[in-house]
Structures are given as C-alpha cells and as structure tokens.
C-alpha cells in the first residue's frame, strides 16, 4: 500500500506530534469539516490518481497510473445493487503504442463481490483468473465492527486452485488486520501473517484539521477498495487528516495546504525508509466541489 499517495508535510499549517501527543474529539471541540466535495484526481511525479462518479454520486471508475520506469495502470469498474457491490479490476503495463505489455509479471484482474448488511460491507469474495504470470486463486475478506460502527479487523483468506480445478480448502496464506481507535482516530495498525510467522505494526499520529483523504485512511488495503472507504461503506471514517506514520520500514511526516472552501488542493509527505535516503512527494488535488457542512 503505497500512503504516499495523498500525504503531504506543511509546517506552515501543522505541528509536529509524537506517538505521545493526544488530540481530544469533544463535542465542543472547534472544527472546520474539510473535503466534503468528492475527488477527481491527483496528479504528482509519476503518479496519477482519478476516480469518475455515476447519477448518484457513488464511484464508477478509479484509475491509477505509475508512468516510473514504464506505464503501469490499475484500473477498478463498481456497480451497486441493494445489498452488493460489484467490482472488476485490473492491473497492466502499456507499451507505447497503447496495447498492453504481455510480459509485465503483474498483469492480471480480480472480480470482487462485497456483500453489505446495515449498509456497510460485511464481506468481500474475490476470485481471480489465472493468467501468464499469476495461478488463480479465490479469496474471501470478513470485516469486523465494533458498537461504535467503527471498523476494528479485517480479515483476509486466500485459497489456491490446484489439482485440476479441484479446491484446497484450507488458505494457503491469510492477513489479519487488527485497527486500534482512540477519540475518533485510528491510532495503530497491527497485521499478523501465521503462514510466514509475521507481524507488522503502524503507528498513526493525526492534525487537527478535520477531514478525509482517499488513500490515507489507515483502514485502506487494497486500491479497489480505497475510494470506498470514504463514501461511509466501512463504517465511521477517522475525525483528523493523517500527520504522520511509522513502522518498522518507514517513517512518514505529512502535511496539507487548503484553498478558499478548506480544501485540500496541495499534499506533500517526507518518507523516511529503513534503508534509503528520504524521499519527497508532491501532489496536486482537484475535487468537484459540494456544499460544506
């Protein structure tokens, strides 16, 4: 998952805080709701991000492109049914000629069904075809909630087709994601891999600005499912923008620029590596605008 996607580091308009520091949600606690439009794109180095929207307002179309070495695109349809969500995604390189590079080693795609109960997605089944480069395989997420319709653990099993099509019914690898909340706010991250005998952990620090990033939710683990995260399909959305992040591999500080309507148009982060010199990211937002709360 790549958070440097929508983070940004101004200190201008935020403090440094540690692990340490709390920032206490009351209500009376003095707020300006930011990013109430919904986003169109981001634009920074060689990455791009843009998502489209149907009659209703939900996400139609999310789209991500890494023009680094060469053209990398992920590209994710949604449709809704009462009780569902749809989505189709894919990921490819593009030669310059516009045809798909076949031997890009990650070219593949993924149907994914979400199921909803109460308006929130319970469940996800997945399958993905085998292709030149991937074995097929299906896979099956449970999302957990507490009484506070907060998301607290996401749970994901993955299960091989072998054997001519006949099913190993037993995951060959699964991910448990554990989410820790503290006054709005998704304070750590924990992913525990049984399979490999591995745990990862996330710290999360917040500002004060008020608001949601697509991309920076701590919640977010797959790119298909980002945008949707922020539509209220995942249950209550952390209060404060991201600050910063670190982990046992990164460091990450961040901060946000704001226009005329409190707007995040402008995002930087410094991403500080285990093994590299920091590392700078740079990007511009546009929305379609909303009415403010």
Known sequence: MKYSLVIIFVTSLLAACSNND??????DHPHTYLNTGKLLSMDGGNEHLAFSYDSEGRVAFAERVDSGLFLVKQ?????????CIY?????FAQLPNGEHDSNYTRDFCHYDTLFLANGRVDS???????????????FFFKFHYNEQGQ????????????YQDKINETPWYTELYTLEWQDGN????????PQQKKTMIWNYCYSELVGTMPGSDPRDILFDLMPLFSTGFF?????NLLLSIESDEIKEQIGYLLDEQQMVFHVKSTVN??????????????WQSSSVH
């Not at 709390?22 to 209500?27: A, K, Q, R």
């Not at 996800?124 to 299906?138: D, I, M, T």
């Not at 920091?278 to 990007?283: A, E």
């Open 22 to 27: 709390e920032i206490t949600v009351t209500p």
């Open 75 to 83: 590209q994710a349809d949604y449709l809704y049914d009462n009780d």
């Open 87 to 91: 989505v189709t995604f894919r990921e």
């Open 124 to 138: 996800l089944a997945g399958h993905r075809p085998s292709s030149r480069h991937v074995q097929a395989n299906r």
């Open 151 to 162: 998301l607290i653990s996401i749970r994901n099993d993955n299960f091989n087709y072998i």
């Open 186 to 193: 998704i304070t750590r991250r924990t992913c525990t891999i």
């Open 235 to 239: 249950g209550f959305e952390p209060y």
């Open 273 to 286: 590596l285990s093994d590299g010199l920091p590392q700078l990211y740079d990007y511009q937002i546009k």
